[in-house]
T-cell receptor, first 113, second 114 residues
Framework: SQTIHQWPATLVQPVGSPLSLECTVEGTSNPNLYWYRQAAGRGLQLLFYSVGIGQISSEVPQNLSASRPQDRQFILSSKKLLLSDSGFYLC????????????FGPGTRLTVT | AQSVTQPDIHITVSEGASLELRCNYSYGATPYLFWYVQSPGQGLQLLLKYFSGDTLVQGIKGFEAEFKRSQSSFNLRKPSVHWSDAAEYFCAVGAGSSASKIIFGSGTRLSIRP
């Protein structure tokens, strides 16, 4: 069966520091991968998605970037964090092809101080 | 462009009472529709989905949803709620090529009154 991991679970970082959040998927190949951000009490905002290694689509221009160095690894990064980057970051995957649902990881709670 | 509206930000129902959460979507063709549930501090779990066929779909945890094309709605229902159903519920519609993306509504927070 497929599983999705996110690391770390929680993170407290000062303003201006770098960021690296990791997402890995097991038990599938060539998945579509997604990064979402959820601000407190808000819905989900799609940040990036990837349909293959090195293929990244950005949905919202901002202080973050994403990379997919391996088929089942998706990384969210920032060179300098802002206070507004605080939130709950969710990674998701789905099989390639028509109309499948997305499966979500447990999330990373990021607090920028 | 596709969009999803969940008009109710917060709903409180008594344990054992019936539940209906509203969802309206905007999409030009037959949509892919989803309902997800999120407990505090956790990821999202798929409750049910509609792709085609029978417009009444059954999901996990006793939930069901009905697709009504004429009303552009996909409301979630449960005949009798349990205290463990307290959570945030998100309606979503598939978007983009092969519905590779999902557009989420803003969510409805469900509280259960003992």
């Amino acid at each position: 069966s497929q599983t999705i991991h996110q690391w770390p679970a929680t993170l407290v970082q000062p303003v201006g520091s770098p960021l690296s959040l990791e997402c890995t998927v097991e038990g599938t190949s060539n998945p579509n991968l997604y990064w979402y951000r959820q601000a407190a009490g808000r819905g989900l905002q799609l940040l990036f998605y990837s349909v293959g290694i090195g293929q990244i689509s950005s949905e919202v221009p901002q202080n973050l970037s994403a990379s997919r160095p391996q088929d089942r690894q998706f990384i969210l990064s920032s060179k300098k964090l802002l206070l507004s980057d605080s939130g709950f970051y969710l990674c998701a995957w789905r099989p390639p092809g028509e109309g499948y649902e997305q499966y979500f990881g447990p999330g990373t709670r990021l607090t920028v101080t | 462009a596709q969009s999803v509206t969940q008009p109710d930000i917060h709903i409180t129902v008594s344990e054992g009472a019936s539940l209906e959460l509203r969802c309206n979507y905007s999409y030009g063709a037959t949509p892919y529709l989803f309902w997800y549930v999120q407990s505090p501090g956790q990821g999202l779990q798929l409750l049910l989905k509609y792709f085609s066929g029978d417009t009444l779909v059954q999901g996990i945890k006793g939930f069901e949803a009905e697709f009504k094309r004429s009303q552009s709605s996909f409301n979630l229902r449960k005949p009798s709620v349990h205290w463990s159903d307290a959570a945030e519920y998100f309606c979503a519609v598939g978007a983009g090529s092969s519905a590779s993306k999902i557009i989420f509504g803003s969510g409805t927070r469900l509280s259960i009154r003992p």
